[in-house]
């Protein structure tokens, strides 16, 4: 069992920059690619992210690329979601969820299996 907890998030300005977390419990979290997905009011939950076990490799979604940024820290159990040129559109819950069963889930979040409570973001422009 894996438990995930989100933090981080907040009102910013439009251009403005936010860095979330995401602390999971249990010696095996390390072991886990974990996504970052975001759903905003009478939207579907929209794949953002993912970040391999190990934190070498990354994949984002076209919307955030070049602007988001994710790493993890084994040793903290916690993996990070830094988010810079922040738009209105950005403005979403922010949920991180682990990758147990592949190497690499990539964007259904049917392939994700365990999925923290989400933290809000909101962009003002």
């Known amino acids: 069992q894996v438990q995930l907890v989100e933090s981080g998030g907040g009102l910013v300005q439009a251009g403005g920059s936010l860095r979330l977390s995401c602390a999971g419990s249990g010696r095996t979290f390390s072991h886990y690619a974990v996504g970052w997905f975001r759903q905003a009011p009478g939207k579907e939950r929209e794949y953002v992210a993912e970040?391999?076990?190990?934190?070498?490799?990354?994949h984002y979604a076209d919307s955030v690329k070049g602007r988001f940024t994710g790493s993890r820290d084994n040793a903290k159990n916690t993996v990070y979601l830094q988010m810079n040129s922040l738009k209105p559109e950005d403005t979403a819950v922010y949920y991180c969820?682990?990758?147990?069963?592949?190497?690499?889930?990539?964007?259904?979040?049917?392939?994700?299996?365990?999925w923290g409570e989400g933290t809000q973001v909101t962009v003002s422009s």
């Open positions: 970040i391999s076990w190990n934190g070498d490799s990354t």
């Open positions: 969820a682990a990758c147990v069963a592949r190497t690499f889930c990539g964007g259904p979040s049917y392939e994700y299996d365990y």
